[in-house]
């Protein structure tokens, strides 16, 4: 084998590398955002954001700028003054170089007596963008499962139209 | 340190990177069996099994050729139409070169009056295949967590009889 | 590009494809814990921590001599008899050479008339080695998820104070 071959098997390396790099990147970042919110982390939730990134609920819409007021919604308050578990689900993630999108549930468990309700149970999508930081989270809408289509067409990969 | 080292350095490389690349193609594998029955799609159902592959569940057993029934059950369009979350925990996966056995928790969560029941809540085995469309399921095995030893055989990783 | 460069780019994939190695094995080894208690095999969870391990629950404290009677408590029993699922959540996970920190959510499951109800969910703390038999857990700690400060600083990263 001559040096050429050599550098192009480390090339191809490289490459093959970098990409599960960025999947447990992606898990790690999605895996954070529990903690954050059920320590009412206002910073750590925005710092899981790009610049530009935002989070759409149904009745909610934050911008990176207004990100730490997912902590401090009375639904919130409530739920982390009696116990609660934000819990992500292992994510399917598609990688497009700079740019990737993860599609997962989100379950959040309260505590109630003794046991633990679950309180919202949601499809979530997730586009995601490489910064200097790392990855960040361009994009999350978060859509309750109740057996509505919008629901349904997050789940399926369809891109959700732009809240305004 | 000359050339013969330094390929013996690319080669081991190459073969441990191949095993975090099957470890993460089968998390996500594993993962994109939710979104596909939560949406109803038969056929993205169909396309995470082996062309032998099979599914069983106490009282259903599906292969390739049926699975895309694994969403047209009664139970099943009822879940969806409710709204419903088929959650994959985190498997424990053991590699064997070609082939590769995973084994975790399945639960369904189900949308009732304002919270999400859990109805179902299982052992799955997965035997994994590599093939040249990447990993398959070519039998998956899930069993009620009702205190059986059936359940409890499939999490200790006793490999199911076969079916028939 | 002369062999020095060559080396140098090989040096770094090995020091990084080890950093995603430790990420995979981390995960095998949380998701173990389920499927190992659920099967009330004492032996397994004893695996799963270093030789000074520690487990720490609210009420509980085994050491890897009484790690096996995790699995022989009366709560324990009952959970298993009726049927039971530990799960384990995605972990954010942070490495420091040969050790490590991982934070996540657990919930036991467990049968209740067709359904299954949320007995426990708690936030965990694993401090994580590397062993010669590969990652090993040092301790965990475990705590209800039930609103308390003791929950939260757990959830934030902070060190639990050593139990005596």
Chains 1, 2, 3 share one sequence.
């Not at 390396?13 to 919110?37: H, K, N, Q, S």
């Not at 320590?39 to 909610?60: H, I, K, P």
């Amino acid at each position: 084998m001559d040096d050429t071959d050599l550098i192009r098997r480390v090339e191809a390396l490289e490459a093959r590398l970098r990409e599960v790099e960025d999947r447990a990147a992606i898990l790690d970042l999605i895996a954070r955002y529990g903690p954050a919110v059920d320590t009412c982390n206002g910073e750590a939730v925005r710092d899981l954001f790009a610049d530009d990134g935002t989070y759409e609920l149904e009745g909610w819409f934050f911008t990176h700028e207004t990100m730490d007021q997912t902590v401090t919604t009375d639904l919130h308050e409530r739920y982390v003054a009696v116990g609660s578990a934000h819990v992500m689900s292992l994510p399917t993630i598609e990688l497009h170089g700079d740019d990737a999108v993860a599609i997962n549930y989100s379950r959040v468990f309260i505590a109630r007596d003794d046991q633990w309700i679950v309180d919202r149970c949601a499809a979530n999508r997730w586009d995601l963008t490489r910064t200097t930081s790392g990855w960040k989270v361009k994009r999350r809408v978060n859509r309750l499962l109740q057996g509505t289509p919008a629901s349904h067409e997050l789940l399926a990969g369809e891109v959700p139209p732009p809240v305004r």
